[in-house]
């Protein structure tokens, strides 16, 4: 019906609009529908409005009918008249319309891929199967590309990466003639209502897959192509012993859990040199750097049966240099410096405040090296142990000096016999030993104002003190050469620590060049 505001022609030919409460009289509307309704609905307005002028449009061509004088008059009485004729008749109107609007509007289950798709799946059993004699095996085509190495955790022995997986194999039961169903070569269809291998990775202790794609490709002759991306968290022996020039073999194992090889068995989608030398799809933007994806087949015997297995070795290798620029030329200045506090005299104290500075930048340089090294509970990185060694070292010769530095101190200013040296002699009341000179001057003065007190008979007395001078001065040269022991014992310590730091820091240095050169060979 004509709405509110619509465009009618009059019956001179003029445009004009309904309003809100005006019925249309006389002017037919011009509607715009497709050409499958057009000249019905003409029509039923002519039948509507019987007076006034009607175009009639059919199949794109227009022809004018002609005019009928009305009678304005009777034109408010005719419509409602025919108003009132033409209610029950409405449902059975617009059902008519509708079915001419539908008439050239296409619908799916008019299409050759809507007959093909339920041909092949009405009577598809998804738990079978697919082929038709059952002693033959069904073979899996299998293909893995190493997309990107997202994270390894040494410390929990697991690797994480992002494959793009496939799967190839032959349905029997999804096989059609293409030049049937208009050429259609390949179609797609549900996973879920179609039967899928079970092949799973034995190494997986966790996946994460991406969002799944729920449909696979099925060409004409029945081959599947199932091809999705997933993160494999797996697990993976993994050894940082060479840190940071550590390479990584970790093994990727596909193979049926329940089906075994006289149902399903496994085989290359592409060659295994193809496979092992490809790194296309990898992403070289990580700390990881792909090598090599080595591939073989193998049976696996259980108690359960014969299983296919196919292995994709998955060969990676650390970038070293942000370590080697952080870690490795720093400890080793760090080393050349303690190395150069050896020429410190032993006998100087301020040797032990160089090298307790150094021994304190060596431990929050060990902290720092260890939020950097990976965690490994199998074995500690090569470089963790020279650093260690050389720390030790420090130790060491931290606590000769300290010693050395005592022990001067001691001999100095205690005037005690030190028992360090297991010295003896004679003490004052005091219990204090006073300095050399001054013991034989008070000896010589106390035996000589003596000897004008007493008789000149006491020889006895003179003889007394002199051999008591004797034995201090014996005394004394005890100590002076059992100092000159100890320090000479001290010195070839020092001289050995010395060596043995200067030969730690050269393997450690050949060390490292000789695994950076293993590391650039590959």
Request: charged share 20%.
């Amino acid at each position: 019906m004509v709405g509110i505001g619509d465009t009618v022609l009059a019956a001179d030919g003029s445009a004009g609009t309904t309003g809100p409460d005006e019925k249309p009289s006389g002017e037919v509307q011009g509607y715009r529908d497709g050409t499958g309704s057009k000249t019905f609905l003409w029509r039923w307005y002519c039948l509507w409005f019987p007076f006034g002028v009607c175009k009639v449009a059919a199949a794109g061509t227009a022809a004018e009918s002609s005019p009928v004088e009305r009678s304005p008059l009777g034109r408010t009485e005719c419509h409602s008249c025919l108003a009132s004729a033409m209610a029950p008749l409405w449902p059975f109107i617009l059902v008519a319309a509708s079915g001419i609007l539908a008439i050239d509007t296409p619908h799916p289950r008019n299409s050759a891929l809507y007959h093909l798709t339920k041909q092949l799946l009405q009577r598809y059993q998804k738990d079978v199967r697919p082929v038709h004699d059952w002693t033959e095996a069904t073979t899996v085509y299998l293909d893995v590309f190493v997309r990107a190495v997202l994270d390894v955790d040494a410390q929990n022995q697991k690797l994480k990466t992002s494959v793009w997986y496939s799967e190839v194999w032959d349905d029997e039961f999804l096989s059609w003639n293409s030049s049937m169903f208009d050429d259609i070569s390949q179609i797609s269809l549900p996973l879920s209502a179609i039967w899928a291998p079970d092949i799973i990775i034995n190494e997986f202790v966790d996946i994460e897959r991406l969002p799944e794609l729920h449909y696979v490709y099925v060409n004409s002759s029945g081959t599947i192509r199932n091809s999705k991306s997933i993160q494999v968290v797996s697990a993976c022996s993994l050894e940082t012993y060479a840190f940071p020039f550590d390479i990584q073999n970790c093994s990727l194992t596909f193979n049926s859990i329940l089906h075994t090889v006289e149902d399903v068995d496994l085989a290359f989608l592409r060659s295994r040199e193809d496979v092992k030398h490809n790194r296309k799809a990898f992403s070289n933007d990580s700390e990881w750097e792909l090598l090599s994806v080595s591939s073989a087949y193998s049976i696996l015997q259980s108690s359960a049966g014969d299983f296919a297995q196919i292995q994709f070795h998955v060969v990676i290798r650390r970038r070293p240099l942000v370590y080697v620029v952080s870690l490795l030329i720093p400890s080793i200045f760090l080393m050349l410096v303690d190395l150069g506090s050896f020429y410190i005299p032993p006998t100087c104290r301020a040797r032990i405040i160089f090298k307790t500075s150094l021994l304190v930048g060596y431990t929050v340089f060990r902290v720092n090296m260890s939020d950097e090294m990976p965690q490994s509970a199998v074995r500690t990185p090569l470089i963790g142990v020279f650093f260690t060694v050389c720390m030790a070292f420090l130790v060491l010769s931290l606590s000769k000096s300290i010693l050395l530095v005592k022990f001067l101190h001691d001999q100095q200013h205690s005037g005690q016999e030190r028992p360090l040296l297991g010295l003896g002699g004679d003490t004052d009341a005091d219990g204090l030993l006073m300095d050399r000179r001054t013991q034989l001057v008070g000896a010589t003065e106390s035996s000589v104002c003596r000897e004008h007190q007493a008789p000149s008979g006491t020889l006895k007395e003179v003889l007394s003190q002199l051999q008591s001078i004797s034995n201090y001065f014996q005394a004394q040269d005890q100590a002076a050469q059992q100092e000159v022991g100890w320090l000479a014992l001290l010195e070839r310590v020092d001289r050995l620590l010395f060596q043995g730091y200067l030969v730690m820091l050269g393997l450690y240095a050949i060390t490292l060049c000789s695994l950076w050169a293993l590391w650039s060979r590959l």
